[in-house]
Nanobody, 122 residues
Framework: VQLQASGGGLVQIGGSLRLSCAAS????????MAWFRQAPGKEREVVVR????????YYGDSVKGRFTVERDKGQNTMYLQMNSLKPEDTAVYYC????????????????WGQGTLVTVSS
Protein backbone atom coordinates (compact mmCIF):
# COMPACT_ATOMS: atom_id res chain seq x y z
CA VAL A 1 0.00 0.00 0.00
CA GLN A 2 1.29 3.44 -0.94
CA LEU A 3 -0.02 6.53 0.79
CA GLN A 4 -0.35 10.09 -0.42
CA ALA A 5 -1.09 12.76 2.17
CA SER A 6 -2.35 16.20 1.23
CA GLY A 7 -4.25 19.20 2.53
CA GLY A 8 -1.72 20.89 4.75
CA GLY A 9 -1.18 24.61 4.78
CA LEU A 10 -1.14 27.78 6.82
CA VAL A 11 -4.13 28.46 9.05
CA GLN A 12 -4.90 30.95 11.78
CA ILE A 13 -5.36 30.05 15.41
CA GLY A 14 -8.84 28.69 15.94
CA GLY A 15 -9.21 27.79 12.29
CA SER A 16 -9.87 24.47 10.59
CA LEU A 17 -8.13 22.30 8.07
CA ARG A 18 -8.91 18.94 6.47
CA LEU A 19 -6.17 16.52 5.57
CA SER A 20 -6.52 13.61 3.17
CA CYS A 21 -4.62 10.36 2.85
CA ALA A 22 -5.23 8.43 -0.33
CA ALA A 23 -4.12 4.82 -0.43
CA SER A 24 -3.25 2.90 -3.53
CA UNK A 25 -3.91 -0.76 -3.08
CA UNK A 26 -6.62 -2.57 -1.25
CA UNK A 27 -7.30 -1.86 2.40
CA UNK A 28 -9.06 -4.68 4.18
CA UNK A 29 -11.32 -4.61 7.21
CA UNK A 30 -8.61 -6.10 9.41
CA UNK A 31 -6.22 -3.27 8.62
CA UNK A 32 -5.50 -0.15 10.59
CA MET A 33 -4.61 3.36 9.52
CA ALA A 34 -3.38 6.30 11.51
CA TRP A 35 -2.30 9.92 11.55
CA PHE A 36 0.90 10.91 13.29
CA ARG A 37 2.61 14.25 13.52
CA GLN A 38 6.07 15.54 14.24
CA ALA A 39 6.87 19.07 15.25
CA PRO A 40 10.36 20.54 14.82
CA GLY A 41 12.68 19.23 17.51
CA LYS A 42 10.07 16.91 18.94
CA GLU A 43 9.36 13.23 18.76
CA ARG A 44 6.68 11.79 16.56
CA GLU A 45 3.27 11.85 18.22
CA VAL A 46 0.19 9.79 17.49
CA VAL A 47 -2.84 11.83 16.50
CA VAL A 48 -5.40 9.12 15.86
CA ARG A 49 -5.62 5.49 14.84
CA UNK A 50 -8.62 3.90 13.16
CA UNK A 51 -9.55 0.30 12.58
CA UNK A 52 -10.58 0.24 8.95
CA UNK A 53 -13.39 -2.26 9.18
CA UNK A 54 -15.13 -1.32 12.42
CA UNK A 55 -14.23 2.36 12.43
CA UNK A 56 -13.13 2.17 16.05
CA UNK A 57 -10.89 5.13 16.77
CA TYR A 58 -8.16 5.91 19.28
CA TYR A 59 -7.32 9.58 19.66
CA GLY A 60 -4.27 11.14 21.21
CA ASP A 61 -5.08 13.16 24.31
CA SER A 62 -3.93 16.42 22.81
CA VAL A 63 -6.47 16.35 19.97
CA LYS A 64 -9.53 14.79 21.57
CA GLY A 65 -12.63 16.82 20.95
CA ARG A 66 -10.99 18.92 18.24
CA PHE A 67 -9.91 16.46 15.56
CA THR A 68 -12.06 13.87 13.81
CA VAL A 69 -10.90 11.04 11.59
CA GLU A 70 -13.09 9.71 8.82
CA ARG A 71 -12.65 7.02 6.21
CA ASP A 72 -14.12 6.41 2.80
CA LYS A 73 -13.83 2.71 2.22
CA GLY A 74 -14.86 2.94 -1.41
CA GLN A 75 -12.15 5.47 -2.18
CA ASN A 76 -9.55 3.97 0.16
CA THR A 77 -9.10 7.42 1.63
CA MET A 78 -8.74 8.63 5.19
CA TYR A 79 -9.42 12.17 6.30
CA LEU A 80 -8.48 14.22 9.32
CA GLN A 81 -10.77 17.13 10.13
CA MET A 82 -8.92 19.51 12.41
CA ASN A 83 -10.86 22.22 14.22
CA SER A 84 -9.94 24.79 16.85
CA LEU A 85 -6.34 24.66 15.76
CA LYS A 86 -3.64 25.83 18.13
CA PRO A 87 -0.01 26.84 17.54
CA GLU A 88 1.08 23.59 19.16
CA ASP A 89 -0.67 21.70 16.36
CA THR A 90 1.99 22.96 13.98
CA ALA A 91 3.78 19.90 12.62
CA VAL A 92 4.30 17.66 9.65
CA TYR A 93 1.40 15.25 9.56
CA TYR A 94 1.93 11.71 8.31
CA CYS A 95 -0.54 8.98 7.54
CA UNK A 96 0.33 5.37 8.13
CA UNK A 97 -1.05 1.95 7.29
CA UNK A 98 -0.70 -1.50 8.77
CA UNK A 99 -2.17 -4.80 7.73
CA UNK A 100 -2.58 -5.55 11.42
CA UNK A 101 -2.06 -3.01 14.20
CA UNK A 102 -0.29 0.27 14.79
CA UNK A 103 0.73 1.18 18.31
CA UNK A 104 1.11 4.71 19.64
CA UNK A 105 4.76 4.75 18.62
CA UNK A 106 3.95 3.83 15.05
CA UNK A 107 5.43 0.39 15.28
CA UNK A 108 4.22 -2.19 12.78
CA UNK A 109 3.17 0.49 10.33
CA UNK A 110 4.25 -0.91 7.01
CA UNK A 111 3.58 2.18 4.93
CA TRP A 112 3.93 5.89 5.55
CA GLY A 113 2.82 8.86 3.52
CA GLN A 114 5.25 11.61 2.61
CA GLY A 115 3.90 14.09 5.15
CA THR A 116 2.03 17.34 4.81
CA LEU A 117 2.93 20.48 6.74
CA VAL A 118 0.38 22.21 8.92
CA THR A 119 1.31 25.61 10.28
CA VAL A 120 -0.94 27.35 12.80
CA SER A 121 -0.14 30.99 13.21
CA SER A 122 -1.62 34.17 14.53
Amino acid sequence: VQLQASGGGLVQIGGSLRLSCAASGRIYSSHMMAWFRQAPGKEREVVVRIRWGSGITYYGDSVKGRFTVERDKGQNTMYLQMNSLKPEDTAVYYCAHSSSFIDTAGADAGSWGQGTLVTVSS
